[in-house]
């Protein structure tokens, strides 16, 4: 598609673009007010000269063309905090300015082509993820950064000669690779037990900050006196520009009401779906009420069946036991006979009245005998 514009730069009151595969080539211009650029698998082979009133934070342009230069140009954004360059085949060398990236956080350097690991790296204050690798044979020692052990570390394709426990916390702490001495730590970073150093080095680059922002203003204020001067002139790169930024801005436009198609839909999806839910919970609400009058039915017929035989039983227990009262009031009518009966009939009187018999016949006879012979 070709160069950007000079005129790209200019655009004002704009936070983000996204250029990726625009296959856009030369120059990368940024707007001042830019905080985050997306640029990947495009021709770009150098950044636009910049101030440092410039407020991006976020640079991600992987597969360009930039080489090891980039970095002496990126150390003038000081609110920089992620830089992506992967595969920037490019890039041979990272040059010591590197370290001057106060805020960066992450930096992300996969398939280049560095033929030295950069120890500067160590010096970065606020950086919790690297992830770096080359194409090239590259060795490394591994030690502390400023804000170990809470980094993310990732090193493709590099020989790891030695390395300090507890640097990221995604390495084991034990582990194959050899760890490092005191003398080696010290000649990576000198600075190792001097974190005041590091400290006073942010301070004062604040201090510059600050000042080089005053200065900003200032120069912000004569370039608007110059735009008053030369309000309502327009040219064809104006034009130009306009066009991108329409382009954009539909582009972005066209995305939102892709994504708010999108959300309606899955909304849709979910209404449908509790719709659904509802009337399967509706059907299973009613499937356990059936099971439930079945139940209460069964429990009232048996409580029925239960209670009728239960009556039966009372009858017939009682009739039972009616019977037997009448049998035994009988039966102690009979033994009122039979305790009368053996009362009269003892065996002693039977024998007494036995004797008393014998006697009595006896005498009987004797009488008769008497009278026969008189």
Do not use: W
Request: charged share 25%; aromatic share 8%; glycine share 2%.
């Amino acid at each position: 598609m070709g160069e950007l514009p000079n005129e790209f730069k200019d655009f004002k009151n704009i936070q983000e673009i996204n250029l990726n595969e625009n296959y856009f080539s030369g120059k990368l211009l940024i707007p001042k007010s830019l905080k985050a650029l997306y640029a990947e698998n495009n021709n770009f082979n150098i950044i636009s000269d910049i101030t440092l009133d410039y407020s991006l934070e976020i640079l991600s342009v992987p597969g360009n063309g930039f080489t090891g230069e980039i970095f002496n140009t990126l150390i003038q954004f000081k609110n920089l905090k992620e830089l992506i360059l992967n595969n920037n085949q490019k890039i041979e060398y990272i040059p010591p300015s590197i370290k001057e990236l106060f805020k960066l956080e992450i930096l992300k350097l996969n398939g280049i082509n560095i033929k030295e690991f950069p120890n500067e790296l160590f010096l970065l204050p606020n950086l919790i993820d690297i992830q770096i690798g080359s194409k090239q044979n590259v060795s490394a020692k591994i030690v502390h950064f400023y804000q170990s052990p809470n980094v993310f570390c990732e090193f493709n394709n590099i020989d790891l000669l030695c390395y300090e426990p507890g640097t990221c916390y995604n390495i084991p702490i034990k582990t194959n690779i050899p760890i490092c001495t005191v003398e080696e730590i010290n000649e990576i970073n000198p600075y190792y037990n001097d974190k005041y150093l590091i400290e006073n080095i942010i301070l004062n680059q604040t201090i510059i900050d600050s000042n080089e922002n005053i200065n900003s203003n200032q120069r912000k204020m004569d370039s608007n006196e110059n735009i008053n001067s030369n309000q309502g002139k327009m040219d064809s790169n104006e034009i130009i520009i306009n066009n991108i930024s329409n382009d954009i801005t539909n582009r972005y436009k066209s995305k939102n009401d892709k994504e708010n198609k999108e959300n309606k839909e899955k909304d849709k999806d979910k209404d449908r779906n509790k719709q659904k839910n509802k009337s399967k919970n509706k059907k299973e609400n009613q499937d356990e009420e059936v099971y439930i009058y079945i139940i209460v039915s069964l429990i009232c017929i048996n409580g029925t069946i239960i209670t009728t035989l239960a009556v039966i039983c009372l009858c017939s227990y009682r009739n039972s036991k009616n019977r037997n009262e009448n049998e035994n009031i009988d039966d102690m009518k009979a033994d009122i006979v039979i305790s009368e009966k053996i009362t009269i009939f003892n065996k002693k009187d039977i024998q007494e009245e036995h004797l008393i018999l014998n006697n009595n016949h006896k005498k009987t006879t004797l009488n008769h005998r008497k009278n026969y012979i008189i």
